[in-house]
């Protein structure tokens, strides 16, 4: 599987490092119930198809990248600065 870093390039993924759904990235409210809190920490899910993806250009720039894919097919539909997604940009 190739990633197009959007700073560095396309790499190999053996370059990245996967930290898994991106939805960890809509991290609860500090007033969010424990269980809420416990949920977003512990239960991920593991879905088959299209996904989008928290990785880290670790072999590279470092930067950290949201990647929309396919995980039985492992083509890759888009990367994005997960920086540039907080901030509300593209």
């Not at 609860?28 to 299209?50: K, M």
Request: with cysteine.
């Amino acid at each position: 599987m190739r990633i197009r870093c959007p700073l560095c390039g396309e790499r190999d993924r053996r370059e990245y490092y996967y930290q898994g759904d991106a939805l960890a990235l809509n991290r609860p409210d500090a007033d969010t119930s424990d269980h809420e809190w416990d949920d977003y920490v512990h239960n991920r899910i593991n879905p088959v198809g299209q996904t989008r993806d928290l990785w880290q250009h670790s072999g590279g720039c470092g930067a950290w990248l949201i990647v929309s894919r396919d995980t039985v097919s492992h083509e890759v539909f888009s990367v994005e600065l997960a920086k540039a997604r907080q901030e509300g940009t593209q």
